[in-house]
């Protein structure tokens, strides 16, 4: 290893694929050094970080004595899944701010979170949990208890999450997905929603509030994303009294959150998770501070290096981010050669992806990340939807 740049303020980067690249060009922007870690060499991060290891994320003590090497000041909120709880290893080990270990094991262990905020005034899903998928079909009544959902203890990007609406879905489910845990969930029907924001010394701020679009049952995978949400005042405050009582659930004094919401019929509220990080599939990177003004990559570097928060949120329009996916359950090809001078004026950005082809109906959403995707606007968010299905069908 080249010698250390002591006279630099260091940050930790756990994890160096595409979902975090953005981090790491906001703290370097911010003009702090960055090491970055991640299991795979090529990572496209470590190009960008002034130094990297190789180390898988979930290795906390090999991170952590790299981390001393370096004096690391602060771990760069990024999206990660399971093994964020590597991220409050870090902070815990180093006294650093951000997210505890144990914050971060309730919100990536879905039942720890369904405990955590029991008696907290907030609506959640009953849940029941088994160890494993034959304990769940031993004990579940399929014909007196559908539709329910059923998910597996631990994952994110929706692998393994399903509407259970008739025996035959229930009697096809494999248990590879869910081996280390099965949650059964009532199903909540409403508009999905996410939230970004953030915690200051104990303060809660909503940022943003987004619409979600999902594939249509018995799969729950989220392909298009469009914000503002614009909802009645009583709704607003509900979304504000449940963040503010989840954050004090989760224990998070300082850090950045994001959270998945589901509004009823009924205008209830409803938390299905959350997790102390920024939204991954390029959301909190390419849609939020489009809509708001506000970067909330650059909301949790200031938190993390102990500066005070400087947003000033304002509404910039509506906008919607789709990845590509056909628009029915056949297989089609997703163009390349739609150029920008072709594109319509709506279109604002688009990135066609790796691959060439959007498969049938997607189960997670890494069925459909590598197809690319791309961000419109409109007059309104309604109008922005309708453009981005209007730019789907160019597309398909």
């Given amino acids: 290893m080249n010698k250390i740049d002591t006279s630099s303020v260091w940050l930790l980067c756990i994890g160096a694929g595409s979902e975090q690249e953005g981090g790491i060009i906001a703290a370097k922007k911010m003009g702090y050094s960055v090491l970055a870690v991640d299991y795979n060499p090529d990572a496209v991060g470590f190009a960008l970080a002034d130094k990297y290891e190789v180390i898988d994320i979930k290795n906390k003590e090999a991170i952590l004595a790299i981390s001393k090497e370096f004096n690391i000041a602060g771990v760069i ?16 080990a180093l006294g650093l701010i951000g997210p505890s270990e144990k914050t971060c094991q309730i919100c990536t262990d879905k039942a720890a979170f369904y405990d955590a905020v029991q008696g907290l005034n907030i609506l959640v899903p009953a849940q029941t949990s088994y160890r494993n998928l034959k304990e769940a079909k031993d004990n579940v009544n399929i014909e007196n208890s559908t539709p329910f959902v059923i998910k597996p203890t631990h994952g994110s990007g929706s692998r393994g999450v399903k509407v259970i609406m008739r025996t035959a879905d229930w009697l096809e489910l494999s248990d590879e997905i869910y081996q280390d845990g099965v949650l059964i969930e009532d199903f909540i029907t409403g508009i999905s929603l996410g939230i970004d924001g953030w915690v200051e010394n104990n303060q809660v701020s909503v940022l943003c509030v987004r619409e979600k679009k999902l594939t249509p049952l018995p799969y729950r995978v989220e392909y298009a994303f469009g914000a503002p949400m614009e909802l009645p005042k009583i709704v607003q405050d509900k979304i504000c009294v449940l963040m503010e009582n989840a954050v004090r659930a989760i224990g998070l004094a300082n850090g950045i959150f994001h959270a998945d919401l589901i509004l009823d019929p009924n205008n209830d509220v409803w938390l299905i998770e959350m997790a102390p990080r920024p939204s991954g599939l390029m959301i909190s990177r390419n849609l939020v501070k489009r809509v708001t003004g506000v970067s909330i990559l650059n909301v949790g570097l200031q938190i993390i290096t102990n500066r005070p928060v400087e947003a000033k949120i304002q509404n910039h329009g509506s906008f919607v981010l789709q990845y590509i996916i056909p628009q029915n ?32 109906t997607p189960t997670s959403m890494s069925d459909i990340i590598e197809n690319g995707y791309f961000i419109v606007n409109g007059e309104n968010l309604n109008s922005a939807f309708f453009n981005a299905k209007d730019f789907l069908k160019k597309l398909t």
Avoid: C, M, W
Avoid at 77 to 92: A, E, H, K, M
Avoid at 329 to 347: L, M, T
């Fill in 77 to 92: 909120p990024v999206p990660l899944g399971r093994f964020l709880t590597s991220v409050g290893y870090i902070n815990d």
């Fill in 329 to 360: 359950s056949k297989h089609k090809a997703v163009r390349f050669g739609i150029d920008e001078q072709s594109r319509p004026q709506y279109v604002i950005e688009y990135n066609s992806g790796l691959i060439a082809n959007a498969h049938s």
